[in-house]
Structure formats: structure tokens, C-alpha cells
């Protein structure tokens, strides 16, 4: 099953290829998908704004959105099927919806859910990544669209952050300052040859001029190309094996983001336990920020 999320989309369209159809017909075709896929998230983010609207008082509402992509994984492929598998952990009743600080989450002025940009469907058209990519980034763009909505995405693998990151930041006119919390800084030019592999997504990031400021902590898997890619594009690489060196500065992160208009945190599950998320969603409230997670990838 996890080989068909990375593969179906491909083979799919080499058949109509082979069948002699028009490639005019396909990408008219495709455009339609694409269409009908943004037009679900524009409508479902709405919805769900006027409805936070109405019930007043919400400085912002933390939205989920996610995208379900795994084809981008040069190992596993499972992150594709990880959003949903959030949502139950966030609704399964194992715990009550209430946060530390009084935050009730069945509150929709605090989260609601726009639900997934529909991406196998959209792949198995045949859409390549370039096109998959501005999707990514259009869906972004129409949560934000919806005030006071503030997106909080779920991958997915870490190749979504690129598009993720672009959508925030010309959304808002300029670079972004992103905290990143990973094992690994995601930096390769091109992993593997695949320039939008998760391992490349903040060469892409860097190059784009998306990202003014970038700090990437927990770093404990980095070759020599992540080190050199890193001085390239002037990141702030945090290793685990200083960490006890660099607690003091890392500890005044949070401090540090009061005096940012924006931050774009991202985080990796190989990073982040559970009992930060509730902290990912306060932050929303207080702060403008844009949240993305991704599953192990």
C-alpha cells in the first residue's frame, strides 16, 4: 500500500501516455482536479472562518490542515497517512480537550479543521511535483485567507515544509523566521537526485529567500554537505551534542519569538513529544504563528 502512494500517480499517467491521448485533453483534465481540490479547502476554510466569526471573541483559531504526502520519503512512505492518525490521537478521549492553560479544544475559536488537500487524488492525474508544490502552497494561502484562521499543517513528509514556508511567507509580504526541530537539517541540494526530497525541502526554502531567519535545533544526523549547505545559507545549526552548552540561549527561544512579528515553527515527530503540542496551540493564540508538523520521514 505504501509503495502505491509514491508510485500510482506516475504509472497512472504513463498509461494514458501509452494510449495515444491527447496531452492537451490530460492537462485540461488535470487543471480541473486541481480546481476542484483547491475549491474544497477555499470553501471548507470559509466555512470554518465565518463560523469563528460568529461566535466572536477569537483572537485567532488555530486550523488544521493536512497534506498527506509521502512519495517525497527516501525511506518509509507512512507519513503519507499520518493526518488522520493525528486527528484521532488529538479527539481519541484519552485525555481531556482542556490544556494546562484553560484552552478548551472542542472550542472551534480555538481549533477548527479544514481538513486534507486531496494530494493521491491529485497525483494519480498524473500532476507533477512542480504543479503539487504551488497546490500545496495555494491551500496554505486560502486558510490564511480566513481570519482570524491560522494554519496548522500535518504532513506528511518534510518536503511539504518548503511549500509550507513559501506560502507563509508570501502571504505575509517577506521572509518568515523559522525554529525547525529535527534530528536532521533537511538541507541537501538535491537528495538522491530529487530536489524536492524531504531531505532538500530548506535548500529550496534558503534559495527562495523565504526564510530571513533560521534556527535548527535538536540536529544529532548531519553529513558534511548539511554543514556546508548550513554556513551557505547562514542557518543557526543547534547539535544535541552541545545541547547542554547551548541550553541557556535554546531555553530563551520562546522569549526570543516575543519580539518577532512572525514565526513559522516547525517540527518533526522525532523531536517533539506529545506534551509540547498543546504549547504549539497556545502560541497560535498569542502569537502570529504558523505551524507545521510532519511524521518520522
Request: with cysteine; net charge neutral; hydrophobic share 40%.
Amino acid at each position: 500500500m505504501s509503495a502505491m502512494i509514491g508510485k500510482r500517480g506516475v504509472h497512472y499517467l504513463q498509461k494514458l501516455k501509452s494510449a495515444n491521448i491527447p496531452i492537451a485533453v490530460i492537462e485540461k483534465g488535470q487543471n480541473r482536479v486541481i480546481d476542484a481540490s483547491l475549491t474544497l479547502i477555499r470553501e471548507r476554510a470559509k466555512l470554518k472562518g465565518e463560523l469563528v466569526r460568529a461566535l466572536g471573541g477569537a483572537v485567532a483559531s488555530t486550523s488544521l490542515l493536512g497534506v498527506p504526502l509521502g512519495h517525497n520519503s527516501s525511506f518509509l512512505q507512512g507519513p503519507a497517512f499520518a493526518p488522520p492518525r493525528i486527528r484521532e490521537a488529538i479527539w481519541c478521549g484519552s485525555t481531556n480537550s482542556t490544556t494546562e492553560e484553560g484552552k478548551e479544544l472542542n472550542d472551534p475559536r480555538v481549533l477548527t479543521d479544514v481538513g486534507d488537500v486531496p494530494v493521491q487524488e491529485i497525483r494519480d492525474c498524473g500532476v507533477d511535483d512542480d504543479r503539487l508544490m504551488n497546490v500545496i502552497t495555494e491551500s496554505v494561502k486560502l486558510v490564511m485567507e480566513e481570519d482570524p484562521l491560522h494554519p496548522l499543517v500535518l504532513g506528511g513528509d518534510h518536503s511539504i515544509s518548503f511549500p509550507v514556508i513559501r506560502a507563509v511567507s508570501e502571504k505575509l509580504g517577506g521572509p518568515v523566521d523559522v525554529l525547525h526541530l529535527d534530528a536532521h537539517p533537511d538541507i541537501y541540494d538535491a537528495f538522491e537526485g530529487n530536489k524536492y526530497s524531504h531531505a532538500s525541502s530548506f535548500a529550496r526554502i534558503m534559495e527562495g529567500g523565504y526564510a530571513r531567519r533560521l534556527l535548527q535545533v535538536g540536529i544529532r544526523s548531519i553529513t558534511k554537505e548539511g554543514r556546508e549547505q548550513g554556513k551557505r545559507f547562514g542557518v543557526e545549526q543547534y547539535e544535541m551534542r552541545t545541547f547542554s552548552r547551548d541550553r541557556q540561549f535554546l531555553e530563551n527561544l520562546v522569549s526570543l519569538s516575543l519580539l518577532l512579528k512572525y514565526i513559522h515553527i516547525l517540527s518533526q515527530l522525532q523531536t517533539v513529544i506529545r506534551a509540547y503540542i498543546a504549547f504549539f496551540y497556545l502560541l497560535c493564540l498569542t502569537f502570529d504563528v504558523f505551524i507545521q508538523t510532519t511524521a518520522f520521514s
